[in-house]
């Protein structure tokens, strides 16, 4: 038995009939099984999929969002499961890597890739923030600490996934790692970027510009639900300051007063030890605002908090 047979790669796709059929071949190339969960699409995607053998197809009849991965790694029956989105795809020496990572630290619970975009294999930027982590190993587990991921680069622990219940459905997409990646770490699960596993981006921007609001709003509740009031005031600030000035910043301010009753009904600061490595995360962004009267979106700006 090699290390891709103890991997499932879930692809979560939406209205991407276009492009879903390359993507696959290439992970259905590396041997590992392959769960396709389509999020209600309403172009040809599933007709694709079926298409291509080796590929198994969950189609749900709404789009989740983010929770839809929760009925891919459900579906799957190996000890890991690497998450990708319909625009990206592993190499396999990388995945392998990973696997043996995982393998050698039971309280590794999620490993997430280097990310190399389009065909100069450019390194994303969030990949370089990553690796110039500041916060401290205490586990004694190979490379930089992660506090939060990115959700179409990352190889988790089924078991860790599912203890934490994988991404809440309120969150839908965008910034929705934030809140599973508090959950991981406050159960003593470790994350690590691992820059030997690597995922090949071929980005798609169709999808955006329309979802700004709901990272805005997602990372708002996120400060609330686990973070000291001062942190959360903090952030809260920061990240008002720092959004936008436009449509989607009304509507995210909007979805943010929705959310109140959420908050207060399920709010639960994080031990201070947590929130300190937070802080050298959040000073780090705090060096690179942008301007208060800024009214578009830098779509190539890092996003990791």
């Given at each position: 038995m090699g290390p891709l047979d103890r991997v499932t790669v879930v692809l979560l796709t939406y209205n991407c009939g276009h492009r879903v059929r390359s993507v696959l071949e290439r992970l259905a190339a590396l041997g590992a099984p392959?769960?396709?969960?389509?999020?209600?699409?309403?172009?040809?995607?599933?007709?694709?999929?079926?298409?291509?053998?080796?590929?198994?197809?969950?189609?749900?009849?709404?789009?989740?969002?983010?929770a839809a991965r929760n009925a891919g790694l459900e579906r799957a029956s190996t000890p890991y499961v690497a998450f990708c989105d319909d625009d990206g795809w592993y190499d396999r020496d990388g995945l392998a890597a990973a696997v043996d990572l995982l393998d050698a630290h039971p309280r590794l619970g999620l490993v997430n890739a280097r990310i190399l975009v389009g065909d100069e294999q450019r390194l994303d930027a969030i990949s370089a923030e990553m690796a110039a982590s500041p916060v401290q190993d205490r586990a004694g587990i190979p490379g930089p600490v992660l506090l939060s991921f990115m959700a179409g680069a990352a190889i988790v622990?089924?078991?860790?996934?599912?203890?934490?219940?994988?991404?809440?459905e309120r969150f839908?997409?965008?910034?929705?790692?934030?809140?599973?990646?508090?959950?991981?770490?406050?159960?003593?699960?470790?994350l690590r970027y691992a820059p030997g596993v690597v995922l090949q981006h071929r980005p798609s921007l169709a999808n955006a510009g329309s979802l700004r609001?709901?990272?805005?709003?997602?990372?708002?509740?996120?400060?609330?639900?686990?973070r000291p009031?001062?942190?959360?005031?903090?952030?809260?600030?920061?990240?008002?300051?720092?959004?936008?000035?436009?449509?989607?910043?009304?509507?995210?301010?909007?979805?943010?007063?929705?959310?109140?009753?959420?908050?207060?009904?399920?709010?639960?600061p994080m031990p201070a030890g947590l929130d300190a490595d937070l802080r050298l995360l959040d000073e780090r962004r705090f060096r690179v605002r942008r301007r208060f009267f800024t009214f578009r979106e830098d779509l190539g700006r890092s996003a990791y908090p």
């Open positions: 392959v769960i396709v969960v389509d999020n209600g699409s309403t172009d040809d995607t599933r007709q694709v999929v079926a298409g291509v053998p080796g590929a198994e197809l969950v189609a749900l009849p709404s789009n989740l969002g983010a622990r089924r078991a860790a996934y599912q203890e934490v219940g994988g991404y809440d839908f997409i965008g910034g929705e790692e934030e809140t599973l990646a508090v959950k991981l770490v406050r159960r003593g699960w470790q609001h709901v990272g805005l709003r997602n990372t708002v509740v996120n400060a609330w639900l686990h009031l001062r942190s959360a005031l903090r952030w809260t600030v920061f990240s008002l300051a720092d959004a936008p000035k436009n449509r989607d910043f009304l509507r995210g301010l909007t979805l943010i007063l929705r959310a109140f009753p959420w908050i207060v009904r399920e709010r639960t």
